[in-house]
């Protein structure tokens, strides 16, 4: 059952490859959605009808967003017993075929201050050592981590070592599809190099795998080094938040999302969806609606948790975000003739539109809609509708604060505050990167967050590709 495609509940036929290859327009699509949203706010500002259009919408957006804040959380399987406190004699009775093969697969590049501590960290893992394997993909490190990883891998059997040429390309989906089809786990597994992970991660998760739609699980991200100043305090309420929406989401049929850093993979739900996207610059974000399109379900645990280092500063948290909105926002310009109803089903159609309109188009149209406003000397048309995303956002974050951590209620109250005012920040860089996509053509790199005791400011890597 672990390893069979998915069940009849779905009945969606694989996407064609030409489906994915419509990458060489962005610009156009985006100069396309960037006009449309300014027109249609101006529209809203000019129509006599404009402000009861937005309350009805505000209405809308409302009920939806009520009924996420009382729904119940759905219930997750069993774990699987712990591999380490079974005794010899049980161990030599068990029939492992319960335990699907896994293959952890980590890319890294100039890791050497955390490869060690993450590969120790995979070879505790509680589960037999004989159903999962580690690759490590070093993809051409200048820093001693390409050393370093083939001296790990002499200490562990079941770890091997793929090392990556100068001329290899595609970033971290390169690396990682170079690997994936040599591997033979029928789940994969997805870390970072920074990532600090809990020892029950396998077991817990696995059973998910067990409901035939389920073609991966995303473990909840927390920030390891949260205490360290504002932006990284914000980054863990940020995280809290994330979860917390997210399980809300998938308990009323909506859309789960992958987060890179400790995600499962059905092997035959990645080889449906082709493999990850070379062509983009979130290949996680990417390969989430191309799971969703061919009818995979994709759950979040809240217990157990994959830690990474959250950054430290302004600047670097600008560039990722960077990184993070754009990518987000281009799968929708990628994808957009197939997110109907019809591949998606009407709950995870209706909630990305409404998760779009929260993430991408109000913040998109907030500086048309305030300058509209101070010319017209009213209020900001959208006004009732980001009203209601930032109230929802709030109490989500509370919400997701006191589900992960054991604080006062003082404590949660200033966090979410702390929080709310960190994510002011997501307005001005989706309005940027919305209209930089609309007007200058983009390389796409991977860029590298730095780790460890590494300077501040992200170092820009290999280009993934030239295309706008």
């Given at each position: 059952m672990f390893d069979g495609a998915k069940g009849n509940s779905v009945n969606l036929s694989p996407l064609a490859a030409d489906d994915f290859d419509r990458y060489e327009r962005r610009r156009l699509k985006a100069a396309i959605a960037l006009a449309s949203i300014w027109l249609l706010t101006a529209g809203l500002h000019l129509s006599q009808w404009g402000p009861w259009i937005a309350y009805g919408l505000a209405v809308v957006l409302s009920l939806y967003l009520l009924r996420l804040l009382w729904v119940t959380p759905v219930a997750y399987p069993e774990a699987l017993p712990s591999w380490q406190d079974t005794s010899v004699t049980e161990r030599q009775t068990t029939d492992l075929a319960a335990w699907p093969t896994v293959s952890i697969l980590v890319a890294a590049k100039n890791e050497v201050r955390v490869i060690e501590r993450l590969t120790h960290s995979l070879?505790?893992?509680?589960?037999?050592?004989?159903?999962?394997?580690?690759?490590?993909?070093?993809?051409?490190?200048?820093?001693?981590?390409?050393?370093?990883?083939?001296?790990?891998?002499?200490?562990?059997?079941?770890?091997?070592?793929?090392?990556?040429?100068?001329?290899?390309?595609?970033?971290?989906?390169?690396?990682?599809?170079?690997?994936?089809?040599?591997?033979?786990?029928?789940?994969?597994?997805?870390?970072?190099?920074?990532?600090?992970?809990?020892?029950?991660?396998?077991?817990?998760?696995?059973?998910?795998?067990q409901q035939e739609q389920v073609g991966a699980v995303q473990l909840r991200k927390a920030i390891a080094n949260g205490s360290h100043n504002f932006w990284t305090r914000g980054q863990v309420a940020e995280m809290a938040f994330d979860a917390c929406c997210q399980l809300k989401r998938i308990s009323v049929a909506g859309i789960g999302e992958l987060r890179g850093n400790g995600q499962f993979v059905r092997r035959t739900a990645l080889e449906q969806s082709?493999?990850?996207?070379?062509?983009?610059?979130?290949?996680?974000?990417?390969?989430?609606?191309?799971?969703?399109?061919?009818?995979?379900?994709?759950?979040?645990?809240?217990t157990p948790w994959v830690r990474e280092e959250g950054v430290t500063g302004a600047l670097s948290l600008w560039h990722q975000r960077n990184r993070w909105a754009e990518g987000g926002y281009q799968r929708y310009l990628d994808y957009w003739r197939l997110l109907t109803p019809r591949r998606l089903g009407w709950g995870k159609g209706v909630d990305l539109v409404i998760f779009w309109l929260i993430q991408y188009g109000l913040p998109t149209a907030a500086l048309p809609d305030l300058l509209l406003a101070i010319a017209r000397d009213r209020s900001p048309v959208l006004f009732p509708l980001s009203s209601a995303a930032t109230l929802f956002a709030a109490i989500s974050m509370a919400q997701g604060l006191r589900q992960t951590q054991s604080a006062s209620v003082f404590s949660i109250l200033v966090q979410t505050v702390r929080?709310?005012?960190?994510?002011?920040?997501?307005?001005?860089?989706?309005?940027?990167?919305?209209?930089?996509?609309?007007?200058?053509?983009?390389?796409?790199?991977?860029v590298k967050t730095q780790h460890g005791d590494e300077p501040e400011g992200p170092v820009m890597e290999a280009s993934v590709s030239s295309r706008s």
């Open positions: 070879m505790a893992i509680d589960y037999p050592q004989t159903r999962f394997d580690v690759w490590l993909i070093d993809d051409n490190s200048t820093d001693g981590t390409s050393q370093l990883m083939d001296r790990l891998a002499q200490e562990h059997e079941n770890l091997q070592v793929v090392h990556r040429g100068e001329k290899a390309t595609g970033g971290k989906s390169g690396a990682l599809n170079q690997v994936w089809p040599i591997t033979s786990g029928s789940i994969l597994l997805v870390f970072d190099a920074d990532g600090q992970i809990a020892p029950d991660c396998l077991r817990r998760a696995i059973p998910l795998f082709g493999g990850w996207n070379e062509a983009t610059i979130t290949d996680d974000l990417d390969l989430t609606l191309k799971l969703h399109i061919n009818g995979w379900d994709v759950p979040l645990m809240l929080g709310m005012v960190y994510m002011t920040h997501w307005i001005a860089i989706v309005a940027t990167v919305t209209l930089r996509m609309a007007i200058r053509p983009k390389r796409l790199k991977w």
